[in-house]
């Protein structure tokens, strides 16, 4: 089946921890994203990445790190410098950025601080 | 990207038509609208999206007022695994792809 797996489902984290959060692809998308989502808010982007070995910051970048070695994978660290990382993780893919693509998501991972 | 309005929440009765608006009245010309809904707990699924013509497809069926200022999501049978929180984006493209998901509509199917 083709789609976007997040790991792991649920994911504790104890204080001064870094911990990463995997997300793969088999749909050959160029693009891929990670938001974080709060009880009761919507979506707010953390990084973007268009292409293998680039990627940028979005709106909440700080305390996270990510790197995109090969095309299907986009794993996000999240360091302890995130002072509340607890929330509901998604990634997502799309084809790119050449019009009007849509982006698929992922079933998502909670994060949880012990 | 333009900024929408959607009401907070909504009820529909199922088997009836859930049409579900939203504003967007500084929307530019090539920005698109997209509509996504999330189940709870789970990640954001597309629904349908459309520039300026009305769009149908299998699950919904998207209405653009002519002025493109605002625009009705319409789910013509709503079911109970159709309660969900439904968001309305709308988005230029080639801007880097980023999608700004506001708090949307939650839609409550009652049977």
């Known amino acids: 089946d083709g789609g976007i797996t997040q790991s792991p489902k649920y994911l504790f984290r104890k204080e001064g921890q870094n911990v990463t959060l995997s997300c793969e692809q088999n749909?050959?998308?160029?693009?891929m994203y990670w938001y974080r989502q709060d009880p009761g808010q919507g979506l707010r982007l953390i990084y973007y990445s268009q292409i293998v070995n680039d990627f940028q910051k979005g709106d909440i970048a700080e305390g996270y790190s990510v790197s995109r070695e090969k095309k299907e994978s986009f794993p996000l660290t999240v360091t302890s410098a995130q002072k509340n990382p607890t929330a509901f993780y998604l990634c997502?893919?799309?084809?790119?950025?050449?019009?009007?693509?849509?982006?698929?998501f992922g079933p998502g991972t909670r994060l949880l601080v012990l | 990207d333009a900024k929408t309005t959607q009401p907070p929440s909504m009820d529909c009765a199922e088997g009836r038509a859930a049409n579900l608006p939203c504003n967007h009245s500084?929307?530019?010309?090539?920005?698109?609208v997209y509509w996504y809904r999330q189940i709870h707990s789970q990640g954001p699924q597309y629904i349908i999206h459309?520039?300026?013509n009305n769009e149908t497809n299998e699950m919904a069926s998207l209405i653009i007022t002519e002025d493109r200022k605002s625009s009705t999501l319409i789910l013509p049978h709503a079911t109970l695994r159709d309660t969900a929180v439904y968001y309305c984006i709308v988005r230029a493209p080639n801007t880097g792809n980023q999608f700004y998901f506001g708090t949307g509509t939650s839609l409550t199917v009652i049977p």
């Open positions: 459309g520039l300026k």
């Open positions: 997502a893919s799309s084809i790119g950025d050449r019009g009007q693509e849509t982006q698929y």
């Open positions: 500084t929307i530019s010309g090539n920005e698109y």
């Open positions: 749909l050959n998308h160029d693009a």
